[in-house]
């Protein structure tokens, strides 16, 4: 049975875990409202970039890019973004699920025989996807530096160094693979293709007929256009990343916070049960001796 000494000591411990973790909720509150407000920031200069190609493709030319450039997949590239650090929850663990499921759909798609490299972003994702690592299926690091809280400029670095893969012939196909933040409460998997990049499905806005006048000419502005909304579009992912990841991280402390709420009560109605058996006891051999 235990003691009060044994119980007093518990309900400090479990107490201190309470004020932990409502502290790290707070900083995990205050890391994604800074990471949704850098996604803001971007949301201009992507939608404006849409507006171009959005214009271009609409204009009566034809534009060519080696980002657009389709050929026969016998090589594909997986980024998959996950955290580097832990307390988040299952987010992690839903992120290999959803990338597991997509690597074998890009098997089934096309065939046994392609050569998949998969690149996480994030130490706690990459130790994970080691288990997939077997035959046609590898497993590579991310350039270094490159990590869930990469800076602006390495995400400049990281996406030139993908677009030159691509555009070298090194990998046929580079998919993303990311959890969407949609709110604090509410994130999305997603699974989508990030080269070639897909122009006709740049701006999903009816686009207005229109007559226009491009200087220096509408390839050249496609070309240079195109590059910039691939570098927006990574920059959006990690972004989306950090985001989801402190969302999942509030949520995983104020479960945790709620958990240690429970069992601190628990524990402070026992103590004051066996406090109040010890006062009683104590009580009657008193009046024991009184009586004798």
Not at 51 to 78: C, M, W, Y
Not at 243 to 259: T, Y
Not at 265 to 275: G, I, M, P, S, T
Request: charged share 25%; hydrophobic share 40%; net charge neutral.
């Amino acid at each position: 049975m235990a003691t009060l000494r044994d119980l007093k000591g518990r309900i400090g411990s479990v107490s201190s875990s309470e004020k932990i973790t409502g502290a790290m909720k707070m900083i995990s509150s205050a890391k994604m409202s800074k990471a949704t407000r850098e996604i803001k920031r971007l949301l201009p200069f992507r939608t404006q970039l849409e507006s171009i190609i959005g214009n271009l493709l609409g204009a009566d030319a034809e534009f060519q890019s080696p980002l657009t450039a389709s050929r026969p997949v016998k090589h594909a590239t997986v980024l998959a973004w996950g955290s580097d650090d832990g307390l988040c929850g299952a987010y992690n663990v839903n992120i290999f699920k959803q990338l597991l499921e997509h690597v074998n759909g890009l098997r089934e798609a096309y065939g046994e025989t392609v050569e998949i490299t998969i690149v996480p972003i994030g130490q706690k994702l990459y130790r994970a996807c080691l288990t997939l690592a077997s035959g046609n299926i590898k497993v590579a690091h991310a350039a270094e530096g490159v990590n869930s809280k990469a800076d602006a400029e390495t995400v400049k670095n990281f996406t030139a160094t993908v677009r030159t893969a691509f555009e070298r012939g090194e990998t046929d196909l580079v998919n993303v693979v990311y959890m969407h933040f949609i709110s604090a409460g509410r994130q999305r998997l997603v699974a989508e293709q990030l080269l070639p990049v897909k122009p006709a499905e740049a701006d999903d806005r009816e686009k207005a007929p229109g007559l226009y006048i491009f200087e220096p000419d509408a390839q050249t502005i496609f070309r240079t256009a195109l590059p910039l909304m691939l570098l927006s579009t990574v920059q959006e992912v990690f972004c989306e990343n950090r985001a989801s990841e402190q969302a999942a991280r509030v949520m995983a402390m104020q479960s945790a916070n709620d958990n240690a709420t429970k069992l601190l009560e628990q524990l402070q109605l026992e103590y004051n049960k066996l406090r109040q058996y010890s006062i009683t006891a104590e009580l009657l051999d008193i009046l024991g001796g009184q009586v004798k």
